[in-house]
């Protein structure tokens, strides 16, 4: 899928769209003309490695930072324009959980919805404990936030961005030091939300985490955007190939040939040799076989090989702990 | 986050009800002196400004005599008059320990926001960034109001536990009855809350500069020690009128009969000054710069 293609649900109707976006910091550019694309209702994984301008896109987005060109649509709306009648229908986490030490967590949470212009005082309370409630913490909801261990700031944080109801929730990083029982919580926490309208826009560097609760996914590297799509486009977009095991290897190979593959060998194994070819799509895979068996070329083994989402990650990511220049 | 609680939030309504009128500052202006009043640092500066006048009531209890003339202006009526305790405690807090306290709180206000982090989050609830600076500089008035009464309050009760309490002699030579020299000490700390309105509007300022609030703290701290100096200096006799310490001692005119408002009027003038251009510098600051803390 390339990067500038869009789910096919009409443009007026995504949730978050930008163009163009683009963030330069001096010579930099930390975000290079991206055109997100999020459909409303997706689960939306917002992948890249360290550094590849996901947290700046983040904010660029809730127009906490203003973009060098481009613009950005939340909502059906332009932002940073129109931020007051955005942002009270967004719930956000960005770059980690920041909160008042010297306050407990409920009172944090008043505060933060206090800054709120349109949210409700005489609900206050109640949205308040719910949240709390929501994200495991009513117990801890009046000890000062200063005792917290990192999870539970964690959890802090996205009970704030769970204080109305939201229709959009951009949640940086929401596993970020969660044990392995809170990232589960997280997980089913994105789903139940999603079941109920909220579209929920999550930036990782983990694609198993990726995997497990979203439905669409864009990837970052430095700074651009080089895929995006429904999980199932994207893994469709990774290459398949053919791999035969046969004693025919020469005779195979003209056949892949005359079928326009590009045949190469691969180890041979005690049965015979084997032979890959990419399959680019112009002939079924399985027809592949009966032009192999017409032509005499005796088969002993045939399978089909799909590149992985995790292959085709580190195929746009680049391997390694290089963190993107 | 157990399956078994309810999606929707209770009594949250199904969409932020973005017709009710536009809603003032004011849950955010109750929220911004929660959090300032109910800050330990707050409060630690409130007490170092409260031991002024406790220092001053005890030393002069404690040594026989205080030779007319000598020290503070006032120091040497306290033993007749506990109230002096009050004025003379004002006077020797008006060049350092007042900007002191009140450039740490003036500073804090942006800087400190953004250095917790909370500053995103304010601004993404959304507090909108004229509110919060609004706020903000409101709170940094209210602790500038809060700090002169302090001085007063303590010195007006150190000086009645360890001093006699009767009737003041004005500057003018009328006397006025202890009542009426209560209600002076309340104009005098009008006269200062006025007298720092200027500096906390600077430190509003550099504190959008910045997202280490010591910096934009101690910046503020200097320039009003720089301001006083250069007020001292006959060279810069030109400029005196415009440096908003000027009159930072002129509120001697409270204590005259009747009550003299040159100074206070020429003050209040100067100070609206230094909040309207300072308060502009904030504004261009803060409504253009990107939030990366």
Known sequence: ?325 | MPSSVPAEVPGAPAVPDLALPRRSGLSLMVSELRVLFGRRRTWALLLALAAIPILIAVAVRLSSSVPAGRGPAFLDRITQNGLFVAFTAMLVSVPLFLPLTVGVVAGDTIAGEANMGTLRYLLVAPAGRVRLLLVKYAAALTFCIAAPLTVAAAGAAAGAALFPVGPVTLLSGDVIQPGEAGLRMLLIAAYLAVSLAGLSAIGLFLSTLTVVPVGAMAATVVVSVVSQVADQLPQLEWLHPWLFSHYWLGFGDMLRQPVLWDAFGRNALLQTGYIAVFGALAYARFTTRDVLS
């Not at chain 1, 060098?68 to 986490?93: C, H, I, K, W, Y």
């Not at chain 1, 008043?110 to 949205?127: E, I, K, S, Y």
């Not at chain 1, 970052?220 to 398949?240: D, H, K, N, P, Y």
């Open chain 1, 1 to 325: 899928m390339n990067p500038g293609s869009r789910p096919d649900t009409g443009n007026a109707a995504l949730t978050i769209e930008t163009r163009g976006l683009t963030k330069r910091f001096g010579h930099q550019l930390a975000v290079d003309a991206v055109d997100l694309a999020v459909p409303p209702g997706s689960v939306f994984g917002f992948l890249g490695p360290n550094g590849s301008g996901k947290t700046t896109t983040i904010r660029m987005l809730l127009g906490l930072a203003a973009a060098t060109s481009g613009t950005v649509n939340l909502l059906g709306m332009d932002m940073p324009g129109r931020f007051q009648e955005v942002l009270p229908r967004v719930g956000a986490l960005v770059e980690g959980p920041a909160f008042y030490p010297f306050l407990s967590g409920s009172a944090n949470l008043h505060r933060l919805d206090a800054a709120g212009r349109h949210t409700v005082p005489a609900t206050r309370r109640a949205r308040v404990d719910a949240a709390l409630e929501r994200v495991g913490l009513a117990h801890a909801a009046r000890k000062r936030v200063h005792a917290y261990s990192l999870g539970m700031k964690q959890r802090l944080g996205i009970a704030n961005a769970l204080l109305s109801h939201r229709d959009l929730l951009v949640l940086d990083e929401p596993t970020n030091g969660l044990d392995p029982q809170g990232t589960r919580e997280v997980r089913h926490l994105v789903r139940s939300l999603a079941r109920n309208g909220t579209t929920v826009f999550v930036s990782s560097h983990l694609l198993p985490e990726v995997e497990q609760m979203c439905t669409h996914a864009a990837v970052m590297r430095a700074g651009r955007l080089v895929a995006q799509g429904s999980l199932a486009e994207l893994r469709r977009a990774g290459s398949t190939r053919a791999r035969i095991l046969t004693p025919d290897a020469g005779d195979a190979r003209k056949v892949l040939l005359h079928l326009g593959l590009e045949p190469a060998d691969a180890a041979a194994q005690a049965e015979g040799g084997v032979l890959v070819a990419d399959l680019d799509g112009s002939i079924p895979a399985e027809d592949l076989v009966a032009h192999l068996v017409a032509a005499g070329v005796r088969v002993r083994g045939f399978t089909v090989e799909r590149e992985s989402l995790e292959d085709r990650f580190v195929a746009l990511t680049g391997e390694g702990f290089d963190v993107a220049q």
